[in-house]
């Protein structure tokens, strides 16, 4: 098991925007892809991009069943998905109080598409092909920008909804 370090806000290479990979089921992806588990485990996150433990790559993971961090939120399959692509479904919008591995103990309001249509391979080079809805299709447009070098604070509107968890909670605000 190998925990990596994760990037935080201000690091660089946060920015950056990952490259396709172009090779599957290689045991350089397999060990980089058991790598990213062990870190969103330990961390108690609901997703990782590849990008956010230094490794320029479109590749993310998410899934959740039961997460300290969004204990309201419900269930996200485990997915590996590379070279991932998404359409919005439906112009409803949904906000949620996100949070970041990359920009720990703190949370903000954004807003992003309720309804998602995404597709991407697993690290095998299959394709996978879904529609998301609520916090499953917050997720992945979270983890998604990051692949493009967008963090979750680029996305809030309202600055006043923005702040550290702990100072959020006693506020009454999430």
Same mark, same amino acid.
């Given at each position: 098991?190998?925990?990596?370090?994760?990037?935080?806000?201000?690091?660089?290479?946060?920015?950056?925007?990952?490259?396709?990979?172009?090779?599957?089921?290689?045991?350089?992806?397999?060990?980089?892809?058991?790598?990213?588990?062990?870190?969103?485990?330990?961390?108690?996150?609901?997703?990782?991009?590849?990008?956010?433990?230094?490794?320029?790559?479109?590749?993310?993971?998410?899934?959740?069943?039961?997460?300290?961090?969004?204990?309201?939120?419900?269930?996200?399959?485990?997915?590996?998905?590379?070279?991932?692509?998404?359409?919005?479904?439906?112009?409803?919008?949904?906000?949620?109080?996100?949070?970041?591995?990359?920009?720990?103990?703190?949370?903000?309001?954004?807003?992003?598409?309720?309804?998602? !249509?995404?597709?991407?391979?697993?690290? /095998? #080079?299959?394709?996978? &092909?879904? $529609? *998301?809805? +609520?916090?499953?299709?917050?997720?992945?447009?979270?983890?998604?920008?990051?692949?493009?070098?967008?963090?979750?604070?680029? !996305?809030?509107?309202?600055?006043?909804? /923005? #702040?550290?968890?702990? &100072?959020? $909670? *006693?506020? +009454?605000?999430?």
């Amino acid at each position: 098991m190998t925990v990596r370090a994760i990037l935080r806000i201000g690091d660089p290479r946060l920015r950056e925007i990952a490259e396709p990979v172009e090779f599957f089921d290689t045991s350089e992806l397999h060990e980089l892809i058991e790598d990213m588990f062990d870190t969103m485990e330990a961390a108690d996150g609901a997703g990782l991009a590849a990008t956010q433990i230094g490794e320029m790559k479109r590749i993310m993971i998410f899934g959740a069943d039961e997460n300290p961090r969004y204990p309201d939120a419900e269930e996200v399959p485990m997915t590996v998905l590379i070279n991932p692509e998404f359409s919005v479904i439906s112009d409803e919008v949904l906000g949620f109080w996100e949070g970041c591995l990359s920009v720990p103990g703190m949370r903000g309001y954004v807003e992003r598409s309720a309804r998602i !249509r995404y597709r991407g391979f697993d690290q /095998f #080079g299959l394709l996978i &092909e879904r $529609e *998301a809805e +609520g916090f499953h299709a917050i997720v992945f447009q979270h983890e998604y920008d990051h692949l493009d070098g967008i963090l979750y604070p680029d !996305r809030i509107s309202d600055r006043t909804l /923005f #702040g550290y968890s702990e &100072e959020l $909670e *006693a506020g +009454g605000a999430i």
